[in-house]
Structure formats: C-alpha cells, structure tokens
C-alpha cells in the first residue's frame, strides 16, 4: 500500500492536486513536478513521454500504484503509450491516470450549441487530443482549438494582472471566438490557467461556460476509485501530502503556493535523466 502520485511538468498541477485534496482529503499523496526540465509544452512527444515515463516510475519506487497526471500535455503525449507499453510490464497492480479524459467525457453536459472552445498550449492543441477524445463521446460537437504560447511563462512569472497579460488574454479569447460564434461552453485546457479565470472570464460573453479542470478530474477519481476497489485498497488514507521537485526546492516552494493556495515544504529529486 502507498499514496496516490500526482505528476505535472512543474506547477500547474497544484491547481489540480488542491480540488482532489479538497474531494479526497483521506488519502496520502506525493507530488512530483519535473522543473528542471518544464516547459513540456514545445517538446516532441518522443521527449515528453521519456520524461514522463522516468518520473512515473520515480513516483511507482515510491510505492505510489495509482499515479495521475496533472498535465494537459503528458496525458496528451504519454498518457497512451505508458498505459499501453509500460504498464503490463508491471510486476504489481500499477494504473496511471490523465487530465483529458475526466474532462472531455462529460463536457456534452455543459454545452447546448454543441460548440465548444478549447484554450491549451500549443502541444496540447498539435495533439489533437481534445477533439479526438470528445469525439468519441459527443459524435455531434464540434471543437474548436487556440493555442495560447504565452499564457504559461506569463503565469509563472507572477504576470497574472498587467496590462500585458490581458492583451494576450484577450487577443487570444478573441481569436478563439472567431472560429464559430455559436461556442456556449470553453475549456481550460492547461493547469496553469484557472490563475487567470478572472482575467479569462472578463473577456468572455456572459453566456458562454467557462470550465476549470481540477473539479472535473477530482470527480472523475472519487468515481474512478468506488469502481475499483482493487486499486482503492492498495492507497493508504493517513492524510498526509509530500511535495518533490526535479529542480531547487526553495525555488519551488516560493511558487508552488500561488499554485496550491497555500505554502508548501518540498523536498529535491535529482536522479532523473538531464
């Protein structure tokens, strides 16, 4: 028995990690974030799955045997194969979970137009991933994708009301509208954007939906853990939460509570590829 994993590329996770400790508080947890080698976003998805793959397994020889990933862009580019490639090779019960899924199968409940606008870094949106999986579900919506390549390094410097931020906020609402007038309902389809809700939400018509995932994905594993019983009993429920960066921890810990809502203590994971 162990605690659950949470991993994400550096912080944005947190976002997601505080709704599941807010649904989920009996557990133990163990985050991970990869700063040393964040952003993810621009890499090829040869690169984001190693990676990915490596800080897993870290997180499996800390007897995690459930691990989600709290990334738009590793659940997009590694989510796949490590549950196809790596997981059987498993000699335990080992299951890793993603951010896409919980989040595309119920979006057919928040739009009426069945037009719906997906806001992501740009490796999310070369993916595909998001109108790929809500197909699968929701045959009759359309999707309509924006890349926003600033949002990201402008949430991690701490720009989260300037003037700058909300030209490229605008601009990039702006640009996403255009692609059909008929969008009721956008997904933030990066965890570092719900820091920008407010700013996001002042750009957007009053009727048009605005989603945040980490509501979505705290539902989707209280759910996903009553199914399964086998992978329920194997996660210890003490409580407690342990924070490890790739990178310096002092570094991480002075921004990770902007991300997790409160301060954080972190410790250093240095024994992963460079």
Same mark, same amino acid.
């Given at each position: 028995?162990?605690?659950?994993?949470?991993?994400?590329?550096?912080?944005?996770?947190?976002?997601?990690?505080?709704?599941?400790?807010?649904?989920?508080?009996?557990?133990?947890?163990?985050?991970?974030?990869d700063?040393a080698?964040?952003?993810?976003?621009?890499?090829?998805?040869?690169?984001?799955?190693?990676?990915?793959?490596?800080?897993?397994?870290?997180?499996?020889?800390?007897?995690?045997?459930?691990?989600?990933?709290?990334?738009?862009?590793?659940?997009?580019?590694?989510?796949?194969?490590?549950?196809?490639?790596?997981?059987?090779?498993?000699?335990?019960?080992?299951?890793?979970?993603?951010?896409?899924?919980?989040?595309?199968?119920?979006?057919?409940?928040?739009?009426?137009?069945?037009?719906?606008?997906?806001?992501?870094?740009?490796?999310?949106?070369?993916?595909?991933?998001?109108?790929?999986?809500?197909?699968?579900?929701?045959?009759?919506?359309?999707?309509?994708?924006?890349?926003?390549? +600033?949002?990201?390094?402008?949430?991690?410097?701490?720009?989260?009301? /300037?003037?700058?931020? @909300?030209? $490229?906020? #605008? *601009?990039?609402?702006?640009?996403?509208?255009?692609?059909?007038?008929?969008?009721?309902?956008v997904?933030?389809?990066?965890?570092?954007?719900?820091?920008?809700?407010?700013?996001?939400?002042?750009?957007?018509?009053?009727h048009?939906?605005?989603?945040?995932?980490?509501?979505?994905?705290?539902?989707?594993l209280?759910?996903?853990?009553?199914?399964?019983?086998?992978?329920?009993? +194997?996660?210890?429920?003490?409580?407690s939460?342990?924070?490890?960066? /790739?990178?310096?921890? @002092?570094? $991480?810990? #002075? *921004?990770?509570?902007?991300?997790?809502?409160?301060?954080?203590?972190?410790?250093?994971?240095?024994?992963?590829?460079?």
């Open positions: 028995m162990g605690p659950i994993g949470i991993f994400d590329s550096g912080y944005g996770g947190l976002t997601v990690f505080r709704e599941i400790m807010r649904k989920l508080p009996q557990y133990d947890y163990v985050y991970l974030g700063n080698r964040v952003p993810y976003g621009t890499r090829s998805f040869d690169t984001v799955y190693a990676y990915t793959k490596e800080c897993v397994e870290k997180l499996f020889a800390m007897d995690c045997h459930l691990v989600v990933l709290a990334c738009n862009t590793a659940s997009a580019k590694a989510l796949r194969t490590i549950q196809q490639r790596d997981l059987p090779k498993q000699a335990e019960l080992r299951k890793v979970l993603g951010v896409i899924r919980p989040t595309t199968e119920v979006i057919g409940h928040y739009t009426e137009t069945r037009h719906v606008g997906i806001l992501a870094t740009p490796g999310t949106v070369k993916s595909m991933s998001y109108p790929i999986e809500i197909r699968k579900f929701y045959p009759d919506i359309s999707v309509f994708q924006q890349a926003c390549p +600033l949002w990201v390094p402008l949430v991690e410097n701490g720009e989260l009301d /300037t003037p700058g931020t @909300a030209y $490229f906020v #605008e *601009r990039e609402v702006n640009r996403l509208l255009q692609q059909s007038p008929r969008i009721d309902t997904v933030l389809a990066c965890t570092h954007y719900p820091l920008l809700y407010p700013l996001i939400r002042q750009f957007l018509p009053e048009i939906g605005l989603l945040s995932q980490g509501e979505l994905v705290a539902a989707s209280a759910d996903y853990l009553e199914r399964h019983p086998e992978v329920q009993k +194997l996660c210890t429920t003490g409580g939460t342990r924070f490890y960066t /790739t990178d310096n921890a @002092a570094g $991480f810990e #002075e *921004r990770a509570g902007i991300f997790y809502g409160q301060p954080i203590q972190a410790g250093e994971v240095t024994a992963l590829l460079t």
